[in-house]
């Protein structure tokens, strides 16, 4: 009998013990929430040729949605103009900034080059959020350093909000540098204008 129990508390050990292992080599939300962009970002690289660009934007856009907090960025990159805008014009250039930014994914990786996607890990950071260190390693290349910083949105998703291109040049800054200078020079409209036709000439045929 006492074998048999020793046996048992043994097994149900092990099983504890296999199963905290398994859980550690589970990915943290974050680092889920890039690796599942990389993840569909090389399965469209891979059919790029044949999907041509507005196969890639097609593929591409609900899985930047899902993957980006856009409606942040957005206002973010605005501002403060976005704040003094009519929700109507809101509207309008969250849509041309969700255009705009998922042409530049679909003219960027055109196809599957042997191109690697490492993620690093993981840490906080002091302003907030999470930063995801990767690397993108093209091939017979250095690897370039891409770091994503994740926060959670309203309703508790894990969102990027930034992308960090050699762990310091933030992306939504350098946005919020160029929309400024067209809000300030032509107006908040010129700048829904000026996103749609970078898209068109990326090769969007109609802004949706």
């Avoid at 690796?35 to 856009?61: C, H, N, V």
């Avoid at 805008?85 to 250039?93: H, R, V």
């Avoid at 800054?173 to 200078?181: C, E, G, K, V």
Wanted: hydrophobic share 45%; net charge positive; with cysteine.
């Amino acid at each position: 009998m006492m074998k048999r129990f020793s046996f048992s508390l043994l097994f149900i050990s092990a099983l504890l013990l296999l199963a905290s292992q398994c859980m550690a080599r589970e990915q943290l939300p974050a680092t889920a929430r890039v690796s599942a962009f990389y993840a569909a970002l090389i399965e469209t690289m891979k059919q790029g040729p044949e999907l041509g660009f507005m196969g890639r934007y097609e593929k591409l856009k609900p899985v930047i949605t899902k993957t980006f907090n856009l409606q942040l960025m957005t206002r973010y990159a605005a501002s403060p103009a976005w704040r003094k805008a009519s929700a109507k014009d809101q509207k309008k250039l969250l849509r041309a900034f969700t255009a705009f930014s998922t042409a530049t994914y679909a003219s960027r990786f055109t196809k599957f080059d042997g191109e690697d996607f490492k993620i690093l890990g993981e840490k906080e950071v002091p302003s907030g959020g999470i930063m995801v260190e990767t690397h993108l390693t093209p091939k017979d290349e250095e690897p370039v350093s891409l770091n994503y910083l994740v926060r959670k949105n309203k309703k508790g998703e894990y969102r990027i909000v930034d992308v960090y291109l050699d762990a310091t040049i933030s992306e939504l800054a350098t946005r919020r540098a160029d929309f400024s200078a067209v809000i300030k020079r032509d107006g908040f409209n010129k700048l829904i204008v000026s996103l749609d036709d970078k898209a068109k000439k990326m090769g969007l045929v109609a802004i949706q």
